[in-house]
């Protein structure tokens, strides 16, 4: 090809007219997809940085000592003094029991709806509204989820739409964390057997120290929490540090809101805890089996499943479920370490939103005290 200014004039007149046929508009579509991925980078880069709340928990047993304040739910009755030490002494975990310290008695209804809405705006003000699409829609209409729900699935304070719902989850959605529980084993077994033969805490008592009875309409229903509603038990968890330690390597564990649990959990020969429901869909409920004799069974949304020793049974427990131990007396207690793990689709924004607006004395009712 021989070049010459007519062959140059050809050549720009030729490439013109193809880039205002076609080429312009690939142009476009491929910056346009590109300035998309550059902002989706650096979105998610925001959304999975640390957490401004994580250090206030899971930073190593140091940490401990300087925990304070929060709320309580069946350990809650530890903590109250005057009028309200003998009323909760032997509520449950699930029961009602009228205290102001306790986040499961707050006042439900618009108070609460609003308290959430307020705290979602804060939020959203210090940080991002992205990703919160579910959160806004679940806190905008919490009250018309929490009444809709059917009779066999119906968390009693808070409801995130568009979750998949089923009452027991395959031990894949947090392999991670189910097989660091299971591989801990023998170390949790060995702690519990070294809290639970403690001689009485006081005279007049049954049970050592740190150890709670919740009601029951038979036989025994004993917990003993490391964190409760969110917040550590100082004691407890100085009694505990193997467990302890197995907590801070979770990956999912619910370590900063109130929803999130961890406590060792023993049921005698002829318990049975009554049909109740969880206080939201957000948390799947992971119980490690330490001592299960026969008889023993758990029964979520009409479903039953046994515990296993040394294996994990993650369940939903917003759907309706019971537990009962059938056994004899010489069968011995019925006993799980239990642990609140992330339901696997909240996103990573959405657990960050959450554990903010659910800090253990966010939604106090500054109003009502």
């Known amino acids: 090809m021989e070049w010459s200014l007519e062959n140059v004039r050809e050549m720009v007149a030729g490439g013109m007219q193809s880039v205002r046929e076609c080429e312009i508009c690939a142009f476009a579509i491929a910056m346009c997809v590109l300035l998309l991925f550059m902002w989706y980078c650096y979105r998610v880069g925001r959304e999975h940085g640390t957490s401004p709340l ?4 899971l930073a190593g047993p140091g940490r401990i000592g300087g ?24 509520q449950n975990g699930f029961a009602f ?31 991002t509204w992205s990703g919160m699409g579910r959160v806004h829609k679940g806190v905008r209409d919490q009250g018309r989820y929490l009444n809709s729900r059917p009779t066999i699935q119906r968390p009693e304070v808070f409801f995130l739409p568009d979750l998949p719902s089923a009452p027991f989850f395959s031990r894949e959605v947090q392999r991670h964390d189910v097989e660091l529980l299971e591989q801990s084993f023998p170390a949790l077994l060995a702690e519990f057997e070294s ?8 005279s007049g008592s049954s049970l050592p120290p740190g150890w709670k009875a ?8 004993w917990t003993y929490y490391l964190v409760n509603q969110g917040t550590p038990l100082v004691l407890n968890v100085r009694r505990c540090p193997r467990a302890w330690r197995v907590l801070g390597q979770l ?30 869909n957000v948390r799947l409920r992971c119980h490690l089996g330490l001592r299960v004799p026969p008889s023993c069974e758990l029964v979520v949304g009409g479903e039953p499943q046994c515990w296993s020793e040394g294996s994990c049974l993650l369940f939903d427990d917003s759907f309706l ?6 056994g004899g007396a010489d069968d011995g207690p019925r006993v799980v370490f239990m642990v609140d793990l ?26 009502g005290k």
């Open 67 to 90: 925990v304070v304040g929060g709320f309580m739910s069946s350990d809650c009755r530890g903590r109250g003094k005057g009028k309200h030490g003998s009323m909760l002494e032997e």
């Open 214 to 221: 919740n009601s029951t309409p038979r036989g025994q229903w």
């Open 342 to 367: 992330w339901h696997p689709n909240v996103a990573a924004a959405e657990r960050q939103a959450l554990d903010y607006i659910f800090t253990p004395g966010r939604l106090e009712d500054k109003e």
């Open 251 to 280: 990956r999912t564990f619910i370590a900063n809101n109130v929803f999130g649990n961890a406590c060792f959990s023993v049921l005698t020969p002829g318990a049975l805890i009554t049909e109740h429901y969880g206080p939201t």
């Open 54 to 57: 994580r250090g206030r928990y």
């Open 97 to 127: 029991c009228q205290s102001a310290e306790c986040f499961r008695c707050t006042s439900a209804g618009e108070s609460l709806n609003q308290r959430l809405y307020h705290s979602l705006q804060d939020y959203a003000k210090r940080y």
């Open 321 to 326: 479920h019971r537990a009962f131990h059938e």
């Open 195 to 202: 809290i639970y033969h403690q001689p009485p805490a006081r």
